[in-house]
């Protein structure tokens, strides 16, 4: 991609882009050979002028009456989502999230496939999640090297996560998305997103307005 950089794009549009992407590699317009602005926008979700907008962020340009050729589209939004890396994802936290998340199978299909689960209890390690043994914590560093894993998702418990963070950092994993209820630190260069499901829930029940008796 030339021009505008990934860290350049707001977040809002790189959530608008894996949109679009899975819109043209997972839907009815896979196939095509090209895709109008406004069916590509109707499947994402937004509005034809947005998501020209959006990539004309990524310099790619349709031809009025015909749209945006695929081909060129496609590997664009791969390159500004970083999908045109390998990517190899441990999750760290056997519990019901966690457990949930290795056997998701959109990862695998959007190119994060997961290689590694990691818990401590004693009567999880060494069980079968989602056809891959929960390695014990403590071993964490050698299994992310033996497995050359390089993105992580955490869902342990607030209290242990960053110390979980500061061990994944350590091991060379610099891009880590946690579920822990709690703000963590990293140094530069490790990016970090967090989502806390209780905070979206009440954006969500604060959009919404109040509930009818």
Do not use: C
Not at 62 to 86: C, F, K, N, T
Not at 171 to 197: E, H, K, M, Y
């Amino acid at each position: 991609m030339t021009g505008t950089t990934k860290e350049q794009i707001p977040d809002p549009v790189m959530r608008r882009l894996s949109y679009y992407l899975r819109a043209l590699t997972s839907g009815s317009m896979v196939g095509h050979a090209t895709v109008s602005s406004r069916g590509l926008a109707q499947s994402a979700g937004t509005t034809p002028a947005t998501l020209r907008k959006d990539l004309n962020l990524l310099r790619v340009k349709g031809r009025a009456g015909i749209g945006y050729a695929v081909e060129d589209l496609v590997p664009a939004l791969e390159s500004a989502l970083g999908l045109d890396q390998q990517w190899r994802v441990a999750i760290v936290g056997a519990g019901h999230l966690g457990t949930a998340l290795a056997g998701y199978s959109g990862f695998q299909r959007r190119g994060y496939p997961v290689v590694a689960i990691f818990d401590t209890a004693p009567n999880v390690v060494g069980t079968d999640v989602a056809g891959l043994t929960v390695e014990d914590l403590a071993g964490l560093e050698s299994v992310i090297q033996e497995k050359s894993v390089n993105m992580a998702v955490v869902t342990v418990p607030g209290d242990s996560a960053q110390d979980v963070l500061d061990r994944l950092v350590g091991a060379g994993v610099r891009s880590i998305l946690s579920f822990a209820p709690v703000a963590l630190q990293v140094p530069d260069g490790v990016s970090l997103r967090r989502v806390d499901l209780a905070s979206e829930l009440s954006l969500l029940a604060h959009r919404s307005g109040p509930v009818p008796h």
